[in-house]
Each structure stands twice: as C-alpha cells, then as structure tokens.
C-alpha cells in the first residue's frame, strides 16, 4: 500500500492543503491525476498527487483511499513547482494553478480519430539562406547558451520588418539539435496563424502542436496528448501555451512580449513572461521576449542587466521605415472637412489604390458609433447591468454593451425627454467602413475586428483574401497592427490616434505609442518604402510625437522618468482589490471593511501606499456594482503584501455573513 498527499478540486480557500490517502495501485506517480471522495458526504473529486510515500510518520485515523488513477494526465515535478509559485505570486489556490497545465477535454471512444485542427493547412516556404548582419549578431549571443544549456534571458528589440521571425526561427532549428524542445509564444490568434504557416514550411506539421483558446476542448484534449507523450516537439500558441507538457525544453520564445494579451485577466492572474522564466530556469534553457515596442518594464529590466539586450535597427533587405505625416483632425474641422478621413488620407488612399498598392486602415473602437445620446436633454443610453453606454452596431441595428453582450432595439425617440432627436455620435469601424464604400466604391473592401471574425475560419479567409490582394482596403481594429506581413501594403491610415490616450490607466501613454508604432509598421513590408498617415486631436502629445518620429528611444525615456517620479511600475507593483455586490450599499460598506483590514495590517505603510476604496471606472458590470482600492507595493515588499492580503481575503471568505466578493489583481492592465 502507498501514500499520497494530494490537492482536491475544490473551489474554498479554506481546502487549499495538501490531503493525505492510502492508494493501493503501486504505479501512482508524483503529479498524477487521481480520483478520491472527499468531505462528510464522500463527494467523488479530482485530485492531484504531490507526494508519494511507503509509510506514515504517524497513524491516520479513518484513512480514504485512492478510487481510480488517470493514467493519461501525470505532470512533471517542474510543473508542480510552477503550480506552487503561481499559488504564492498571483494570490491563488493551488488547484487553478494546476488546472492551467491540464487539458480541459475528454479522449475519444476507442476506434474513433479526431482530425487535427491544422490538417491540411500548407507551411510557407520561407528558408532564409543569408543572415543580415544584426540577425548574425543576435545568434552569435543565443547560440552559446543553447550549446552551454545556460539559463538566459533576452530582449531583441527589432524595429518592424528587422528579422526577428527568422531569428526565432534559427534558435528553435538549434534547440532541436540539441535533442530539447520549444515553445513559441504569440499574443493573436490572427497572428498565430502566420507564424504557424512560417513554421510549418520550415518544421513540418508532424514536429508542431498548436494550443489556443479557439480550439474545442477535444482539439486541445489531442494536442495536449501530442506534446505529453513526445510527439510535437515544438508548441505553437497564445497566452495558455507556456503551461504545455513539454519536457526538456531549450527555448521560449515571446513574440510581441509587449501585448496585454499575454496577462491573464481571469484567475489565476498571471503575467506569461513570469511562467516562462520560472519554467526555463528549472530547465537552463533561454527565454527570448521580442518586440518593436518592448514594454517599459521589460527595458527597465534590460537597462539593470536582467535581459540581455540585442538590438536590429534596420529592416529586412535594407528597406526604409515608412514615411509618416502627422494630421491634426482641428485643423480639419476649421476647414469643414466633417469626415472620418482628412483630405490629406483621402489623397493618398486614391492615390495607393491607382498603383495598385493595399491600404490598411486602423480604428481601435468597433461598432458604428461609440454612443447614442439626445440632443435636447443630453441623455446617453446606458446598459442597465454595467452602466456603461452602449455601442450602435449598425450590421444588427441594435445597441451592444461591450462588456456583457446585452443587446436592445434602437429607441425612436428619447426614454428621458421623448424627443425625436435621438441620434448617434462618433465612430467605429463599421461606420468607417460605410464611408469608405462610399468614397472608393470600386475598391474591395474588409473589416477585421471581433464582430467578423465570430464564425469558424474568418480569420483566415479575411486575411487570405487580402494577402492574394483580392481585397483593396482592409478596415480594423487593433487585430490589423499586431504582426501582420503583407508585401504589397503602401499606406497605412491610423484613424483615431488618441482613443487610447484618455483611458484613467497609467500605462495609457505607452499604449498609445506601441498601437501607432505597431500599426505603422504594416506599411511597406515589400521592397518599397511605406506611408503611414496619423490623424489625431493631440498632436503634441509625447506618445504621438516619439511614435510619428519613429523613435522608442525618446519614448522610453520620457515614460520612463513619469513613472519614477510618480512611483508606478515597475519602481513598483500595483494591486487592485475589486469589491462587488448586488446593491450599492454592501458594495460601499464591504469596500470599507477591505479597507480598515489593510490598514489595520499596514499601519503607517498605508498612508503613503493605499488609496482608499471608491467606485470602480466601471462602476456597474453584469449586474454587480463595483468598489475598488489601489495598493502601491514598494520594491521588495510584494511578497509581504502578497500575503497580508491572502489573510485579508481568506477571513472574509469564511465569514458567512459578507453578501460581497472580493478579487485581486497585482499589475492589471486595465484598472476599469
């Protein structure tokens, strides 16, 4: 008979330990998923063994056993260690730390196959036989650590077009030499598509697994079985990718490591870049974040020597960065110009079109108009479970909330003041969409954003179509800016630089400058050099300037020397503690009681490192109203915070009467 101490699939906090059973099979393993009865009423759960023992130390009363073993699902010691940091560093149980390594599906009944999500789909033939030099520079720093199996962390910063694919490329080619395995993260599904097709020309389908949030949970049942049982040494994917099967890993790739893609906003709520080093690290292997825009953390941490920093400044082929003109969209309006495009645009889009060249054209807002108000008594229509204004969407004529889907008719004349001259305002991608039909209406035209893409294959048909240039002028939101490669795009147009700006979020500065820097960069990928047109409200703006010039270099010191002074990160880690309830006044009064325990437990800290509890910017979603607080965790003390909130939390849970819900968050990126 062994024994095994496991962690039960049970959601309270309260059972967030280690359990001991008998288990009578011999085979049982270290990470193996099991199945146990658990509680007073002998419950049937999951568990997940972390030790497994000959004897006791002591004599257990009452002692269960083990039911059955999962003979499929066993993780490895490095996971449950990965599980364990997890649980301390985002403020979680066990359990839903576990669970981001385990496939969510079910096999098949024997005889039956599944086909696999990318069959059929054709690899790029893309070899790149000749290296530019940075692409050299950058290998001669990566190839030794592979070689040495030397635990590394790096940061190419590459401008848009450098190369930074192909380095990737070679570095997983020289981790397969090596007999390890890799892992190559992307922020879009949009944008895994073409790497997995650059891949798959140069690896072949039989070496990649591919993990995302689009396939069915039988899909990623299979593709998690690949990669387990040492099928698929390489896995493609997003954000949930850096927790797959793999065992000896060499490399982890980061692409885009600058996206808020890859911070998981449900729990557990991890920063990707984190899991990856944490992993690699228990390996020796190298982590390689790359991007044209790396965050401000990110160079902060490569300016203290915690990356290593390569740097390519130069385009593939020795193209030129686009040339960029900045528009102010006051000017416009003094000249009457009422459009979405300035003339200036309007100009250059007839004039790409004439030559046969692609037009991109960027607006990060979805929808036809952003709200619908009364111009009599100024009443905007709200959604009545988040507060929030509802968005027009002229495809399904109704108003759509963005935050939870809620759909209503259009009104014909105002619920507040009944007069009929309710109307809407603004601009979003499907408005914009209109007005281009109107002005080009013998181009082909396309949108890409989240109200096209919802069927199966969207994607893909959307970007395929323009990539055989059957499509003239593509329309969309920030999907558009995010790594596309398409040679024959002369003029990207970035329709509303500021949307970004005024977001209540400190980061809104960095965002702005990586969306009109990212955006920019589609423009020109061929042999020619680009044009990139930016209309905007501010164009004084630091963000705007440095992103017109092209130049993270002015960004980053600008931003850099803000949040010093300001003290956010990274000079330090912000908590958000979100309060929710069904009515405003538990909502207010439990917010309160969050507050008196943080500063009973602070003391003095909490004067200078708390602000007190307030609305939240969204102060009503899905039908909770919504508190919150904001703690500045001064470096070295987030460990220490960590776990005074734990308590904070943990009391609160177990008190019974408390009618609201308490989450945490450290460093969201979105404090909405």
Known sequence: MKYVDVIIDNKTKHTDNLYTYACPFDEVKEGQKVYVTFGKGDRPKEAYVFNVKDSLEKELKNIKEVKALDKDIVLTHEMLETALFMK??????????LKCFTPAGSPLKSGKKRKPPFEGREGEDNFVSELTQEQKNAMNEIIPCITDERHELFLIHGVTGSGKTEVYMRTVDEVLKKGKTAIMLVPEISLTKQIIDRFFGRFGHENIAVLHSKLGPGERYDEWMRIRRGEARIVIGARSAVFAPLENIGAIIIDEEHESSYKSDTTPKYETIEIAIKRAKQHNAVVIAGSATPSVITSVRADAGIYKRITMKERYNSVLLPEVETVDMRDELMKGNRSVLSESLYEEMSRCLEEKKQVILFLNRRGYAPFVSCRECGYVVKCEDCGISMVYHRDENALVCHYCGRKVKLPEKCPECGSKYIRYFGAGTEKLEEEVERL??????????????????????????????????????????????????????????????????????????????????RAGRGDERGRVIIQTYSPEHYAIQAAAAQDYDEFFEKEKTLRHALGYPPYCDMIQVVVSADDETTVEEGAGKVEELIREKLGREAEDNLIGKRPAPIGKLSGKYRYHLILKSPLGRRKAYGEILTIIRDSLAEDKNNKFNVAMDINPFSFM
């Open 88 to 97: 301390r560093r985002y403020l979680c149980n066990t359990i839903d730390a």
């Open 440 to 521: 080009f209406p013998d181009a082909g035209i396309a949108r890409l954003d989240l109200d096209t893409i919802k069927t199966k294959g969207s994607i893909d048909r959307i970007l395929n179509d323009f990539k055989k240039r059957k499509t003239d002028i593509l329309i969309g939101t920030q999907l558009v800016a995010k790594g596309l490669d398409f040679e024959n795009v002369g003029l990207v147009g970035i329709i509303a630089a500021d949307i970004t700006l005024n977001i209540p979020d400190f980061r809104a500065s960095e965002r702005t400058f990586q969306l009109i820097t990212q955006a920019a960069g």
